[in-house]
């Protein structure tokens, strides 16, 4: 039988190697990404530059779990609310279900998947387009989701006056997947090698 002292210690740094790259990639792709709501701090207020705006904005990306939409605006004359659906479509102000921000810096977690509603604290502000919806995905879906209950509404295309990339808002990002884990089965593939 062997004994521990027999044992060469070169395995056993890369499992360490390994077992902690693990424990980092599950670490670093539970967090969520930070979308700076219009993708800029003066998005958050009026004029717009067009009523669907923060809707067209918000149609460019893929909020999941985790994620958070910060508000950035002036909170003197401005402030967020997060609403129902019918509040969010009438403009709504008053509510026991709203939640209320007027801190002039909101970072919303996103905790739940499916549509969620967000208006000015300003009535007129809210009828001028200052609103969004963004529907949120669970850990495990992959797409769009398409249930009759919770569908919002497509967002017109683009207008040339305000073109909108696809990176706009996104202020954190996780790195590719596919070169964590090749680096993972590269690691995993020495440790065989090497024992």
């Known amino acids: ?18 077992m902690s790259t693990t424990l980092l990639l599950l670490i670093f792709n539970s967090e969520g990404r930070e979308f700076l709501v219009g993708g800029s ?56 279900d709203h939640q209320r921000f007027n801190d002039g810096n909101t970072k919303v977690i996103l905790r739940s998947s499916g549509p969620i509603h967000f208006i000015s604290g300003q009535e007129s502000h809210c009828h001028m387009g200052l609103k969004l919806a963004v529907v949120v995905m669970s850990a495990i879906h992959h797409h769009q989701p398409t ?18 990339s696809s ?15 090749g680096f993972e089965v590269s690691l995993v593939m020495l440790f065989f090698i090497v024992i």
């Open 1 to 18: 039988m062997a004994s521990i002292q027999n044992v060469s210690p070169f395995p056993l740094f890369f499992l360490i190697i390994m």
């Open 41 to 96: 701090e003066d998005s958050w207020k009026v004029p717009l530059p067009s009523p669907d705006f923060l809707n067209r904005w918000a149609g460019t990306h893929r909020f999941k779990i985790g994620d958070a939409l910060i508000f950035k605006y002036d909170n003197m004359t401005e402030s967020v609310q997060m609403v129902p659906e019918e509040d969010y479509e009438s403009c709504e102000r008053v509510g026991d």
């Open 147 to 164: 249930s009759p209950n919770h569908s919002l509404p497509l967002p017109p295309s683009p207008s040339p006056a305000a073109p909108l």
């Open 167 to 181: 990176n706009q808002g996104a202020l954190a990002r996780t790195p590719p997947a596919g070169f964590i884990m």
